[in-house]
């Protein structure tokens, strides 16, 4: 009782303080880039804007199934900054495969190898010795001289390491396919506002990398296929005649085209019969290159316009075992993906020439490829394949610094895939399925870790309160800020801070100061709201008094987050209405906020409802009685679940699930998962929240539908 008091003082206390005029928080360092003009407070690139960029020749031989790759780079760096480097920064993110290195989870001995070793580093053309990274992720390595503002220089390197057996974001698919990422020593990143990243890759934080460009030639055996970021630029070179020409018909084709097929694949003359062939790739201003080496992946491939203006078309590729069903349609979700994503939102056409998503385990991105794992549902594989794809925007077309702001990534792409998922799968199980994955689990979790700013850079955050900030917070952030401003202003917004920064490395503050800029009034009020509190979303009706025009509603905001809400409302004379107010309603007041309700009806039932932003306790959102009153867990008598008692198999998995009751609360006993208390949601629904499983069963059947994960599985009483 007292805390309680004492939260709402506090809370009064910065209502006071909010009233007037919100200042963002702003870094010191951000500040001083502001003095220094490399970026602008009205959220535009500075005139002393720089970046450093590279050209990259790397080649890579590999032989499955030896793991072992070799490669030779040579790097062209350019130092634009105004100051002369005494070192360089290079990244062997494939340390984190080392014993000892830091990682957030454990690693089995199957992950373990040595790491990525450096076998000749040259300068210049001259030879030097390096020390010994010793499992680090971030490597310095001194110059001999400084290397100047405007300077070039050349590095080059010799390397091997091995493939893990167990696949993370990379490795082996299988004992002859190999997915490889982070595979040649990179120059990391070094901007205007934190100088070197140095960051330790610590398997959490994916990208932060500057534009370069890159010739990647792979030599592999022959009957080897190879697929990687950028445009093959000699197919008829590895690839016999036949093939050449499907592949080349593909580049115009929308439909999808069996470009190497299982049975081509078993006759073993697919590629040139030389002992090794070299496959060559090429690609400009992008941050990083990955690639997919398989002896038996099938290929599919079409191709997709997508800039209506000009008519360019990127070819969309998948590479995959035969026996995986729904990557048999991996080609047509990625071909609606690109055309869905460049021309609804963000409604950037696709940047790039290609996007290839091979079967692997990581579900991860990377520029112009992503690495996906089977799925037994076609919707959720769908899913998966658009939540990468849409990460092209962010972070690939923008640059975005993940090792700290991983929400500008995650949480843009995880808005764009609820976006195309209402297109997809209709707004009822969109919905669902983005509440399911995206919000219940901190909206209804009392853990204060879920309560963690936003803003709070992300690579000091681990658990919960990473996955929270990155995805489920931002999107909501993001997706409420479309709602209030409508789609026009929105899309103007959004397309002008795209225009102003992509290609560069935006951060936070020049995302709110561009959309504050580029809206034409202050939206500081609501990033401060959604990136700089330790809010979370749970209004309440406060009351409904009748007026003159109908009636006032007002409601209180007692998490603090500024979310939409519609009003559901029941009328005496039996007819309904929903309203919706976006999260504008509190601007003026983020604690208190009154809606008029023109209407010349009597209001029999309201309820407010937060749609995919959800409610921590729904229980005060109503006023009045409804004539159809929602089900009420605490009228459940403990012998209403009798019917329910009893063990479940299922034949797509191979757990059973016991049920039995503690009074009137129903118990599911996974096998080897242990007991866990399920709420009931209706006379025959249960969810447990924490697992995001839902359980249905079929009146008068001894069967339910669990649903967890994308997938429906339907379990019967033994
Ligand atoms: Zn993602």
């Not at 080897?224 to 050449?244: D, I, M, R």
């Not at 085209?257 to 201003?285: H, M, P, R, Y």
């Not at 309560?451 to 995805?471: F, K, M, R, W």
Request: proline share 4%; with cysteine; net charge negative.
């Amino acid at each position: 009782m007292i805390m309680k008091q004492t939260t709402l003082a506090a809370v009064l206390c910065s209502f006071v303080f909010s009233t007037q005029a919100q200042q963002l928080y702003v870094p010191r360092n951000v500040q001083e880039a502001y003095k220094k003009e490399t970026r602008s407070p009205d959220g535009k690139p500075g005139k002393n804007y720089w970046q450093n960029t590279a050209d990259y020749t790397i080649a890579v031989k590999l032989s499955p199934p030896s793991r072992t790759i070799t490669g030779t780079e040579t790097i062209v760096y350019t130092n634009n900054s105004p100051n002369p480097l005494q070192n360089i920064i290079m990244k062997l993110i494939l340390n984190i495969h080392a014993p000892g290195a830091a990682r957030q989870g454990a690693a089995s001995a199957d992950y373990l190898t040595k790491g990525i070793i450096i076998d000749k580093y040259s300068e210049n053309g001259t030879e030097k010795k390096l020390r010994d990274a010793n499992g680090n992720t971030s490597l310095r390595v001194p110059l001999t001289k400084p290397l100047a503002s405007k300077a070039s220089i050349t590095l080059s390197f010799e390397w091997h390491y091995d493939v893990s057996k167990e696949s993370g974001r990379e490795g082996m698919l299988d004992s002859t396919s190999f997915f490889l990422a982070y595979f040649y020593p990179r120059i990391s990143v070094h901007d205007d506002i934190n100088g070197w990243d140095r960051m330790v890759f610590t398997d959490a934080q994916e990208f932060y990398n500057d534009f370069n460009n890159y010739n990647l030639s792979i030599t592999v055996p022959k009957n080897y296929l190879v697929w990687a970021t950028g445009e093959l630029q000699n197919a008829g070179e590895v690839l016999q005649p036949s093939f050449v020409s499907k592949f080349e018909a593909s580049k115009t084709s929308d439909k999808t085209i069996n470009v190497v097929t299982l049975t081509d694949l078993n006759a073993k003359n697919v590629t040139t019969q030389n002992e090794t062939n070299t496959w060559k790739w090429k690609a400009q201003n992008i941050s990083d290159m990955a690639a997919c080496v398989s002896d038996h992946y099938v290929w599919d491939a079409a191709s997709v316009v997508v800039d209506n203006k000009t008519g360019r078309r990127s070819s969309v590729q998948a590479a995959y075992q035969d026996k995986s069903v729904n990557f048999k349609r991996s080609v047509e979700y990625s071909h609606h993906a690109l055309d869905w994503l460049s021309n609804n939102w963000p409604g950037v056409p696709y940047p790039f020439p290609a996007s290839t998503v091979v079967e692997g385990f990581a579900d991860m991105e990377y520029p112009m490829m992503a690495n996906d794992s089977h799925q037994e549902e076609a919707d959720f594989q769908r899913f998966v394949a658009e939540h990468e794809i849409a990460h092209t925007w962010f972070p690939f077309y923008m640059g975005i610094n993940e090792h700290r702001y991983g929400f500008m990534d995650e949480g843009w792409t995880t808005a764009f895939e609820y976006l195309i998922g209402v297109n997809d799968m209709g707004e009822e199980k969109a919905t669902g399925f983005f509440k399911q994955f995206r919000v219940t689990n901190w909206v209804m979790d009392a853990n204060e870790e879920h309560q963690i700013p936003i803003i709070t850079p992300t690579n000091v955050l681990s658990g919960v309160g990473l996955g929270d900030n990155e995805y489920g917070k931002p999107a909501l952030a993001y997706l409420g800020l479309k709602d209030m401003l409508g789609d026009e202003l929105f899309r103007k917004c959004l397309h002008g801070f795209m225009d102003r920064w992509h290609g560069k490395h935006p951060i936070p503050w020049d995302m709110f100061n561009s959309f504050t800029n580029l809206a034409g009034k202050d939206l500081s009020w609501y990033w401060q709201n959604w990136f700089f509190t330790n809010y979370y979303p749970d209004i309440a009706v406060k009351d409904l008094v009748q007026t003159k025009n109908g009636y006032n509603l007002t409601i209180q905001n007692i998490g603090g987050f500024a979310v939409p809400t519609n009003l559901v409302i029941e009328y005496a004379d039996g007819s309904k209405a929903s309203i919706h107010q976006t999260a504008g309603i509190w601007e003026k007041d983020q604690k208190q906020a009154v809606v008029a309700i023109a209407t010349g009806k009597k209001i029999q039932y309201l309820k407010l409802d937060n749609g995919i932003f959800m409610d921590a306790d729904p229980s005060n959102n109503s006023w009045g009685k409804s004539a159809t009153p929602e089900f009420n867990a605490a009228s459940v008598k403990p012998e209403d679940l009798d019917k329910f008692l009893g063990e479940y198999v299922s034949d797509k998995l191979p757990v059973k699930i016991s049920f039995s009751k503690e009074g009137n609360i129903l118990v599911a006993d996974v096998t080897g998962q242990g007991k866990v208390n399920l709420v009931q949601t209706g006379a025959n629904t249960f969810e447990y929240t924490a697992a995001g499983a839902l359980f249905e069963f079929t009146a008068g059947k001894n069967e339910f539908v669990l649903t967890q994960g994308g997938g429906k599985f339907t379990f019967t009483k033994k």
